[in-house]
T-cell receptor, first 116, second 111 residues
């Protein structure tokens, strides 16, 4: 168990550019979540996958955002045509459904995005 | 729509004090509730998970209680230490474990 890994840790980009973040969950975990957190606020749910299926998306996830989990392992979150309002910490979390305490979420350290 | 409120927003205590952090939520139809700790610029660490059928959970110096019907949870920290300084977040979860977070309580324990 090496924990949830996110890459990169920090990303600075100019408005209008596209960015992509990667999340590697704990290896046997079948659920993967993306959250967004701005300064002084709690994390806000964006979307989640069970294996490779994307089962729910928040209204926060505009059409500029897309997430994939192609083989049910790692996931990517892409933001197209970034805006300054996209600046936030993007957090990934995973859990294992079907085991005791399956609902316990394990979070990565996040990707801090700054849009200039 | 679930809304979560945490009181107080910030708390500063001397080392050794016992303290209570409060969490209230509007929709009592939850499956569980988790308490997390977040250090500055870092991700979240799960502290305690309480199932909806449970009243409390304990881990070391931490004890979390849940009163689902009244929409309240408390996190009790015994004998606080400077290393406990962090933001504490509560999050009730629904069937898909989509967590709704409060804004947190920023705790500072003074040596």
């Amino acid at each position: 168990d090496t924990g949830v890994s996110q890459d990169p840790r920090h990303k600075i980009t100019k408005r209008g550019q596209n960015v992509t973040f990667r999340c590697d969950p704990i290896s046997e975990h079948n659920r993967l979540y993306w959250y967004r957190q701005t300064l002084g606020q709690g994390p806000e749910f964006l979307t989640y996958f069970q294996n490779e299926a994307q089962l729910e998306k928040s209204r926060l996830l505009s059409d500029r955002f897309s997430a994939e989990r192609p083989k049910g392992s790692f996931s990517t979150l892409e933001i197209q045509r970034t805006e300054q309002g996209d600046s936030a910490m993007y957090l990934c979390a995973s859990s294992l459904v079907g085991r005791e305490n399956a609902e316990k979420l394990f979070f990565g350290s996040g990707t801090q995005l700054s849009v200039l | 729509k679930q809304e979560v409120t945490q009181i107080p927003a910030a708390l500063s205590v001397p080392e050794g004090e016992n303290l209570v952090l409060n969490c209230s939520f509007t929709d009592s139809a939850i499956y569980n509730l988790q308490w997390f700790r977040q250090d500055p610029g870092k991700g979240l660490t799960s502290l305690l998970l309480i199932q909806s059928s449970q009243r409390e959970q304990t881990s070391g110096r931490l004890n979390a209680s849940l009163d689902k019907s009244s929409g309240r949870s408390t996190l009790y920290i015994a004998a606080s230490q400077p290393g406990d300084s962090a933001t504490y977040l509560c999050a009730p979860g629904g069937a898909t474990n989509k967590l709704i977070f409060g804004t947190g309580t920023l705790l500072a324990v003074q040596p």
